[in-house]
């Protein structure tokens, strides 16, 4: 069992820059990528990023040149770097851990609100 927790959401302006950081206990060796996710109202979830233990990284096209995914591997930590940001990418974001038999964790989720 792997518990996540998130931090570093809040309100920013178009144009600027938040970070996210991803903290996860318990059993933490299980864990083989890790990433973000985010679910608009009325949207479903849709990935944003994720990275590999060995540091492999996938984006969403929309976040492509403006987020920026990265992993701590001491720390067990993951963070996500944005930038640029629009009123599109406001957003609940979830912390999201799968382990090496695909089992999914969960964080409990952190709002990023952008206005325009």
């Known amino acids: 069992q792997v518990q996540l927790v998130e931090s570093g959401g809040g309100l920013v302006q178009a144009g600027g820059s938040l970070r996210l950081s991803c903290a996860p206990s318990g059993n933490i060796f299980s864990i083989s990528v890790m990433g973000w996710y985010r679910q608009a109202p009325g949207m479903q979830r849709e990935l944003v990023a994720r990275?590999?233990?060995?540091?492999?990284?996938n984006y969403a096209d929309s976040v492509k040149g403006r987020f920026t995914i990265s992993r701590d591997n001491a720390k067990n930590s993951v963070y996500l770097q944005m930038s640029s940001l629009k009123p599109e990418d406001t957003a609940v974001y979830y912390c999201n851990a799968q382990d090496y038999n695909s089992r999914h964790s969960w964080g409990q989720g952190t709002q990023v609100t952008v206005s325009s």
């Open positions: 990275i590999t233990r060995g540091g492999s990284t």
